[in-house]
């Protein structure tokens, strides 16, 4: 049975966590969602590693799902990073077996700047479709007005996410459309000016991203481009890394197309850094 349970935020914002433990479970695997999604559309995904003796744990980030906080707001990446850090010393810390993140998206941007901050917990970490750096053609204008339009209109609602570019599996979209939890609207100024922000925060410390990762990208991703992933391999000093790009597929791995040969992937990487 999963377990259902709000967290209490360093500002006393509520954080939804839904976990699933058992003791003889050989390792435990924390899942972080991406931008405007919730962690209930990852239930396969725990579902999966559930059945082959893992613990999962997954939570809504603030201002999504069922977390607490204005709709696709964040005042502050370094908020992100609290709770992160919050649900960390909830389930992760002090574990008597291996844990394991799969980080999507924003997620990625959001552990790595915490891994950078703090002591990694976690025996390897999956990255999917990584937020490492912002595409280079979102507009040249919009990046320059963003930290003026955030410190004027913060919570105004700018360009929206394009849908389409998340999977080639038609259904994933249908399912979007009629999800209550997945925030439709656009990006909100500050929270536009707060990515671009921690992203080139990054830039210049990809190097310092020093454990064992595997990195997961859609060759046809039009969202985070593949380039973000491949320039966090050729950075990273980590002696066991592992990139590995998918052909035509677009953002969401877990969902595209050829998700069960993505989820089989990540089973073997995973089980293949769990000591005997």
Request: charged fraction near 25%; include cysteine.
């Amino acid at each position: 049975m999963y377990e259902e349970l709000i967290l209490t935020g360093f500002d006393n914002t509520p954080i939804f966590t839904i976990s699933k433990t058992d003791p003889d479970d050989r390792a435990t695997l924390l899942i972080m969602h991406g931008l405007h999604d919730h962690c209930g559309r990852y239930a396969h995904l725990a579902d999966y590693f559930g059945e082959r003796g893992f613990s999962t744990v997954r939570y809504d980030m603030r201002g999504f799902g069922r977390s607490g906080g204005l709709r696709g707001y964040i005042e502050s990446f370094e908020d992100y990073i609290q709770d992160f850090h919050s649900v960390e010393d909830r389930y992760i810390k002090g574990s008597d077996k291996p844990c394991f993140l799969f980080a999507h998206s924003i997620s990625a941007l959001i552990s790595s700047m915490h891994f950078l901050q703090d002591e990694n917990l976690f025996t390897g970490v999956v990255f999917s479709g990584g937020l490492f750096k912002v595409n280079e053609d979102l507009s040249p204008l919009l990046q320059k007005m963003s930290g003026l339009i955030s410190w004027l209109f913060p919570k105004l609602p700018t360009m929206k996410i394009d849908k389409t570019g998340l999977s080639r599996d038609p259904e994933v979209g249908i399912r979007i459309a009629n999800d209550p939890l997945h925030y439709m609207g656009g990006i909100r100024a500050r929270t536009g000016s707060q990515l671009m922000k921690a992203t080139a925060a990054l830039q210049g410390r990809l190097q310092e991203l020093n454990f064992p990762m595997l990195i997961l990208h859609g060759g046809a991703d039009p969202l985070t481009k593949p380039e973000a992933s491949e320039l966090l391999y050729s950075k990273s000093m980590s002696a066991d890394k592992t990139l590995k790009i998918y052909p035509n597929a677009f953002h969401e791995l877990i969902n595209e197309i050829n998700k069960e040969e993505v989820l089989d992937d990540i089973h073997t990487w995973i089980v293949d850094r769990i000591p005997e």
